[in-house]
């Protein structure tokens, strides 16, 4: 048995030599990629056949990245197609058929990199597709201001997963790109403090990347494969801890590096990634995988053993298992584990905490791990908030070490996940708050306004009729006073009247039943106006429609036609029970003056009446929209 | 929801089981040795009452049967409390062990009273136990057993350092009168340094821990100073049964949430 | 005196304390409630030994009844006191008359044994008392939220596995007091 | 001198029990002139929809009515059994589950306007409590879904009921709550 504890972190045993035996294969083009749209507008149609490397939609925000084909084909549509994230959501994807020929224009380098700004690299990169952990490969609100203070940037070759090796293999085979990805940024922040950090445990990517090294401005660093301490935000903090804490520090992936490259100095845009292929499978090895490209296409390229029962996306600790295996590849898809029950065994019974403490002694961000996982249990976010949920990195160590098979890692998720919910709640409740006030005072703001001109104007007629002919005015002080008191028995009689208008009811035999009946004709009235002009707006709206369909659908003009026709019969009787229903109110109405409860009846049925015909109204718009279709 | 985890990560409860019993194993063997047949039967009785009381609370439970009784912790208690109560009569060694191991059933599994600790209690409440003779070489085997389930990570040292500490601490107090000092406590002192230090019935930090042992060991001596003819054995595992009630205790005061950068942040704002 | 008999019977008085209390007080806050009737119980001890000293020693070597109304005049002072000054207080922790009465009723059963004992052990003999019963009933606060975290079986969630360990508490203390009279 | 020592450990007893009493925390009613900062304080834990089924205009107001002692803690459906719960841990007062008059707590929703069926009344507008409709007289109205609280106060003033709820257009996902099949409890799996 290993001996598993050290202060923090776990030193793993790595499952790599199996997929870095063999060079980074190709895998034969699968027949459909899937890329995400991602809220992106397209450049180019469905139908339409395009070239690898073509831009098929523009970045649309800060985070967002350019798409490119990353082979040549047909536009095939758009759909929702499930993505390799845990949510196992389908989004919206733009499916590209390729046609089998990679067919690719020649590319130029561009010729100008060594005078670039670092906005310039970085929104140039963005439009090259070259991702980074959000978003582009160089934040654009880090390159804008990347001059003002000293920085420290960290190219992150390190990866401790066990299976994942994409990293490794990356530096062993293209070490060459890498430094040529480096030195360019380097060029372009000359000032910059530049580390490589690497793995102690793969003396061969080491090598490759010192071979490429010699006579360069950045350094070369080994760390020790302590688990998550490959996350970039970990290697921050190291870095921080240990040099100048002024710096400011970006961390980058390796990939990106070697994107960066070959679209600086080749023109290729970032097509494609490395992934780990790992687990049961006949040839395990590393793919140079295109994005968009379905798993399971991946799997069957590297062949799955029969004992194959499950596909897991990212590595063995922090990874997720694919629901549906057609997922497709994405910017950061590191590994696909095909699992076994040999290699992944599956959860024994349940057991109860035994207290062993393990949790809290290999965990990275030394949490009391038993009291965080019993409130996230209890889904207790704000008790778990206290006990350190913010600060967990959701690294898996837990799970991994808990001899009881706690479920840790995914209660931490939930927990987390409801925890950020909560947060954007209190952001959009503290934004409604705002709005809210806002309301009240401008309401208050309103009536104040209101009262001053009604006040302004008011004096303004006491003026007038101080001015006016009768300039012997024998009452020149009391009329704005008897205005004013006019206005508020006036307020008042209307303040009535809406109260009265609004509780019709029995227990108040004071208003007369006239009124009661009056004010049903008249919202029954209403209520037939609003409907004909409903029924008219929903019939001109058809209308419209099957016009479109008939210019859309020449070879069926006569039947949609004919659906005009329909339509227009179906507008008429609309216009016609609505009309029907406006005389029945006004019939309701002049009986009414006798007695009120046979007037309010009728305007009941009126109402009802007017619903049906709403109600006939959309349901004729709808067929006629079905047929159009 | 995330894999399982790969086999080599998950040293599971069978295996913790494993290296107790390894660690048991000399103390064992010395005992079967000295004592020859007498020791075996104690033994199997004890096994066997244990067994089916394991049985009888599994049942009760309602739960599976044969992963926890592969994984031995019936066994185990029967064979640590055999350890402790081998010379008494072996009717009062089936009685503890079946009713330790069914309270720890009912107090679902995994309690903070550790069923040797309660057996022994019991036995002593029921009547008076001989007093435990001198042997040096069973107090060596188990100090060997303890050693090695501390390299495996299993049992932490906080709690025996902070019992030997308590016990030297409270020597001067008690008049150096060297209760436990002699060979005739000292594998008893041993084995409730083991009882202290598995996770299940100690504190969860190491503050707490050492806290615990510090605090069992200077009471058991102070104990046995004040009473003239208290025994080392029945005061040790009454003052454990008392100390493993206040663990949850010792947990509320002396854990502290992390607190990490994000946390922090969250609080400062 | 029986120790073997006094420590257990703390015990029992520790939990009823710690039910009565959690029947009473509003907060979920259980460990200052407890403390809170711990030190009170020091106070009751206390003063008992004060008032208990301040009597003639009675003729007959009856001492049960003084004592008695010893702690029970000092848990009634005590009440008056705390309901002149911290009433809202008081009544929040669950403090009322019974209970302080009832946990008077240790000083009651110790103090007629001290009578003769030896000085030192007159002294401390409350306060290390007054210590153990702190410790029970913090212990008693603290130990539900352990035992919810337990997968009890049905019969025993809640109440019952309190008993339980309050059981196993009491026979620890048994077996310890039997040595020490 | 027994007697001396006695009473100085009866001092001493008191002097912690008073100390004690005085550290713990007083009744929130007991603190009455800072209702003000404890209205703000719960204002910050209410969901801020604005909807008035608590019986108040507003959030504020019911921040202020629970502040001063004048409502019960269970009349906000939207900030759930959840809010409920934070709000017995600031007022230290006990958990209560909702009144029965109380609506039934619902998933959060944004309004969505029917714009084939809006008649432009602006009814909708003057009830939005976070004017998160957008529209004048006679012109098509639209709901800011990012704004909108899911208060359904404009469902019953629109004339022509073009106004309805629809869960979100981004639902936050969430990893699902670890589910233990049942199965692996049972002993002929677990063989």
Same mark, same amino acid.
């Given at each position: ?6 202060r923090?972190?776990l030193? +793993?045993?790595?499952?790599r030599?199996?997929?870095t ?5 190709t895998?034969?083009?699968p ?61 919206d ?6 046609d ?5 224009p ?10 670039m700004?670092? +906005?310039q ?14 978003g582009?490969l ?12 000293a ?8 990866? @401790? ?11 062993r ?23 490589l950090? *690497? ?9 490759a990347m010192?071979?490429v090294?010699?006579?360069q401005?950045w ?16 290697? &921050? ?15 980058l ?8 490259a070959?679209?600086v100095l ?6 494609s ?17 295109l ?10 390229f590297?062949?799955?053993?029969p004992?194959?029962n499950g +596909? ?5 600790l ?8 057609q997922?497709?590849i994405?910017?950061h898809?590191d ?42 249990s209890? &889904? ?6 206290l006990?350190? *949920?913010?600060?967990?990195s959701?690294?898996? +160590? ?15 998720r ?7 919910g909560e947060?954007?709640? &209190?952001?959009?409740?503290?934004i409604?708050?705002?709005r ?8 208050q ?8 001109r ?9 003026? =007038?009729?101080?001015?006016a002919p ?16 006019? =206005?508020?028995?006036a307020?008042a009689?209307?303040?009535a009247?809406?109260?009265a ?20 004709a008249?919202a029954?009235q ?19 429609e099957?016009a479109k369909?008939n ?29 029907m229903?406006?005389?029945a109110?006004? =019939?309701a ?9 046979p ?20 349901? @004729?718009e709808?067929?006629?929209?079905k047929?159009?279709? | ?8 990560? #998950? ?5 913790? #089981? ?9 103390a064992?063997?010395?005992l079967l ?6 020791m ?7 096994c066997?009452?244990?067994l ?5 609370g599994l ?14 912790d ?13 010379q008494?009569n072996p ?14 059933h009912?107090?679902g ?11 022994l ?5 029921w009547?008076d136990l ?7 070489s ?13 390299? #495996? ?26 209760q ?7 594998s008893?002192?041993?084995?409730a ?11 969860a930090?190491?503050?707490?821990r050492l806290?615990?042992g ?11 100073s004040l009473?003239p003819h ?12 008392l ?7 010792l947990?509320?005061?002396l854990m #502290?949430?992390?607190?990490?950068r ?8 | ?9 703390l ?5 009823? %304390?710690?039910?009565d ?12 409630a407890?403390?809170t009737?711990?030190?009170c $119980? ?5 003063? %008992? ?10 003729r ?10 010893? $702690?029970?005049a ?9 309901r ?19 946990n008077s009723?240790?000083a ?7 009578q003769y ?5 007159q002294l ?5 008392? %007054? ?6 009933l913090?212990?008693f606060a ?5 035992l919810?975290?337990l %997968?009890?079986?049905s ?9 339980l360990?309050?059981?196993?508490m009491a026979l ?10 | ?16 029990l ?16 800072e ?5 703000r304080?719960?204002?910050a ?20 009515a629970?502040?001063?002692?004048q ?17 017995a841990?600031l ?39 976070v004017?998160a ?32 709820m629809?869960?979100?257009e981004?639902a ?6 670890p589910?233990?099949?049942i199965?692996?409890?049972?002993p002929?799996?677990?063989?």
């Amino acid at each position: 048995m290993i001996r598993l504890f050290s202060r923090s972190g776990l030193r +793993l045993p790595a499952q790599r030599e199996a997929t870095t035996r063999q060079a980074i294969a190709t895998p034969p083009l699968p027949a459909r990629l899937a890329l995400p749209l991602q809220g992106r507008q397209l450049l180019c149609e469905i139908g339409q056949p395009v070239h690898k490397g073509q831009c098929l939609a523009p970045a649309n925000g800060e985070f967002s990245l350019a798409l490119h084909a990353p082979t040549s084909g047909r536009i095939g549509g758009l759909s929702r197609w499930p993505l390799a994230l845990p949510q196992d959501a389908e989004q919206d994807c733009l499916l590209l058929d390729c046609d089998g020929e990679d067919h690719q224009p020649a590319q130029a380098a561009i010729g100008h990199w060594q005078s670039m700004t670092p +906005l310039q690299l970085a929104s140039f990169l963005q439009e090259m597709g070259v991702g980074g952990e959000h978003g582009p490969l160089l934040p654009l609100a880090w390159a804008a201001d990347c001059r003002s203070a000293a920085q420290r940037i960290i190219i992150n070759g390190a990866q @401790t997963e066990p299976h994942i090796s994409c990293d490794d293999m990356l530096m062993r085979e293209r070490a060459a790109d890498i430094a040529a990805g480096i030195g360019i940024l380097a060029h372009c922040l000359p000032e910059a403090e530049i580390t490589l950090v *690497l793995n102690d445990d793969s003396p061969q990517a080491l090598a490759a990347m010192r071979a490429v090294h010699a006579g360069q401005e950045w350094k070369i660093q080994t760390i020790p494969a302590i688990y998550p301490d490959s996350d970039s935000q970990r290697l &921050q903090r190291r870095f921080d801890r240990a040099g100048r804490s002024a710096m400011q520090t970006l961390c980058l992936p390796v990939a990106g590096l070697h994107a960066l490259a070959r679209a600086v100095l080749h023109g290729e845009p970032c097509l494609s990634r490395i992934v780990t292929l790992a687990g049961a499978l006949a040839r395990p090895c590393n793919v140079d995988a295109l994005l968009g490209t379905p798993a399971s296409h991946l799997l069957d390229f590297a062949t799955a053993l029969p004992e194959c029962n499950g +596909l897991i996306h990212g590595g063995s600790l922090r990874g997720f298992a694919l629901q549906d295996w057609q997922a497709a590849i994405h910017q950061h898809s590191d590994c696909l584990i095909a699992s076994s029950a040999t290699l992944f065994p599956p959860r024994t019974a349940r057991q109860d905490c035994i207290r062993c403490g393990d949790c809290s002694r290999v965990c990275p961000d030394k949490l009391q791990v038993p009291e965080l996982y019993w409130h996230s249990s209890q &889904q207790q976010t704000d008790q778990a908030s206290l006990w350190g *949920l913010a600060d967990c990195s959701l690294c898996g +160590l837990c799970s991994a070490v808990c001899p009881s098979q706690l479920p840790l890692l995914d209660t931490l998720r939930h927990s987390k996940q409801s925890m950020l919910g909560e947060l954007s709640q &209190q952001q959009s409740a503290g934004i409604a708050r705002d709005r809210h006030r806002f309301r009240l005072f401008r309401l208050q703001r309103d009536k104040q306004e209101k009262a001053q001109r009604l006040a302004e104007r008011a004096a303004q007629q006491a003026e =007038k009729r101080n001015t006016a002919p009768a300039e012997s005015g024998s009452v020149p002080h009391t009329t704005p006073v008897a205005s004013s008191e006019d =206005k508020q028995a006036a307020i008042a009689a209307a303040m009535a009247r809406a109260a009265a208008r609004q509780m019709p009811a029995p227990d108040q035999p004071a208003s007369s039943p006239q009124d009661q009946a009056r004010e049903a004709a008249i919202a029954a009235q209403r209520q037939a106006a609003i409907d004909a002009a409903m029924a008219r707006a929903a019939a001109r709206k058809a209308n419209q429609e099957a016009a479109k369909a008939n210019r859309q659908d020449s070879p069926a003009t006569a039947e949609a036609s004919h659906d005009g026709e329909e339509d227009k019969r179906a507008r008429q009787q609309a216009l016609i029970q609505a009309a029907m229903q406006r005389a029945a109110s006004q =019939k309701a109405d002049s009986p009414t003056d006798s007695g009120a409860s046979p007037g309010l009846d009728a305007a009941k049925k009126a109402l009802i009446e007017a619903a049906m015909a709403r109600a006939a109204a959309r349901k @004729t718009e709808q067929d006629s929209r079905k047929k159009s279709e | 929801m995330t894999p399982s985890l790969p086999q080599i990560l #998950r040293p599971g409860m069978a295996w913790r #089981r494993q290296q107790q019993w390894l660690a048991l194993l000399p103390a064992l063997l010395i005992l079967l040795l000295q004592h020859g047949m007498d020791m075996v039967l104690t033994l199997s009785l004890a096994c066997c009452t244990a067994l089916a009381s394991e049985v009888l609370g599994l049942k009760l439970r309602r739960q599976a049967l044969a992963p926890m009784l592969r994984q031995g912790d019936a066994l185990l208690f029967a064979t640590q409390i055999s350890l402790l109560l081998w010379q008494g009569n072996p009717l009062l060694l089936c009685g503890g062990c079946a009713i330790a191991i069914l309270l720890r059933h009912a107090l679902g599994g995994s309690s903070l009273f550790h069923p040797a600790a309660i057996a022994l209690v019991l036995a002593s409440a029921w009547q008076d136990l001989p007093a435990p003779t001198s042997n040096p070489s069973l107090a060596i085997a188990l100090l060997s057993g303890i050693l090695w389930l501390g390299w #495996r990570g299993i049992l932490r040292p906080q709690a025996m350092a902070g019992l030997l500490a308590g016990w030297l601490l409270s020597l001067p107090l008690s008049g150096l009168s060297a209760q436990g000092l002699s060979w005739q406590s000292g594998s008893l002192w041993l084995l409730a340094g083991w009882v202290m230090s598995e996770g299940a019935s100690s504190p969860a930090t190491a503050s707490g821990r050492l806290l615990f042992g510090l605090l069992a060991g200077m009471l058991c001596n102070l104990f046995c100073s004040l009473a003239p003819h208290a025994r080392p054995d029945t005061t040790l595992a009454g003052i454990l049964l008392l100390l493993a009630a206040s663990v949850p205790l010792l947990d509320r005061a002396l854990m #502290r949430p992390s607190s990490g950068r994000e946390t922090r942040k969250a609080a400062g704002e | 005196m029986n120790f073997g008999l006094y420590l257990p019977l703390l015990v029992a008085l520790a939990l009823f %304390s710690h039910n009565d209390q959690q029947r009473r007080i509003q907060t979920r806050a259980a460990l200052p409630a407890a403390l809170t009737l711990a030190a009170c $119980s020091t106070v009751i001890q206390c003063g %008992s030994a004060v008032l208990f000293s301040l009597l003639p020693p009675p003729r007959d070597g009856q001492l049960m009844l003084p004592a008695l109304a010893c $702690s029970s005049a000092c848990a009634l002072l005590l009440q008056l006191a705390l309901r002149l000054d911290l009433r809202r207080t008081a009544v929040t922790q669950g403090l009322s008359l019974p209970l302080l009465w009832l946990n008077s009723l240790p000083a009651a059963l110790l103090l007629p044994a001290l009578q003769y004992a030896a000085p030192l052990w007159q002294l401390l003999a409350p306060l290390l008392l %007054s210590a153990l019963y702190a410790l029970l009933l913090a212990q008693f606060a603290t130990l539900p939220d352990y035992l919810q975290r337990l %997968s009890l079986p049905s019969a025993c969630r809640g109440k019952p596995a309190l008993m339980l360990a309050a059981a196993m508490m009491a026979l620890a203390l048994h077996g310890l007091g039997d040595q020490l009279s | 001198m027994m007697l001396t020592l006695r009473i100085l450990l009866l001092l001493l007893a008191l002097a912690l029990l008073a100390k004690l009493l005085r550290k713990l925390p007083t009744p929130v009613k007991a603190q009455a002139e800072e209702a003000d900062a404890l209205a703000r304080r719960i204002d910050a834990i209410l969901p801020q929809t604005q909807c008035g089924q608590c019986g108040h205009p507003g959030c504020q107001p019911y921040a202020e009515a629970l502040a001063s002692g004048q409502d019960s803690i269970n009349r906000c459906p939207p900030g759930g059994e959840e809010g409920i719960h934070k709000l017995a841990a600031l007022l230290h007062v006990d958990y209560q589950p909702f009144a029965p008059d109380t609506p039934p707590h619902k998933a959060k929703a944004v309004a969505i306007i029917d714009e084939r069926t809006c008649i432009g009344c602006t009814l909708c507008i003057q009830a939005c409590p976070v004017d998160a409709i957008l529209g004048s007289a006679k012109q098509m109205h639209t709901v800011l879904a990012d704004e909108c609280t899911g208060c359904e106060l404009c469902l019953s003033p629109c004339p022509v009921d073009c106004i309805s709820m629809r869960p979100p257009e981004q639902a936050d996902w969430r990893w699902g709550y670890p589910v233990i099949a049942i199965k692996a409890v049972k002993p002929e799996s677990a063989a």
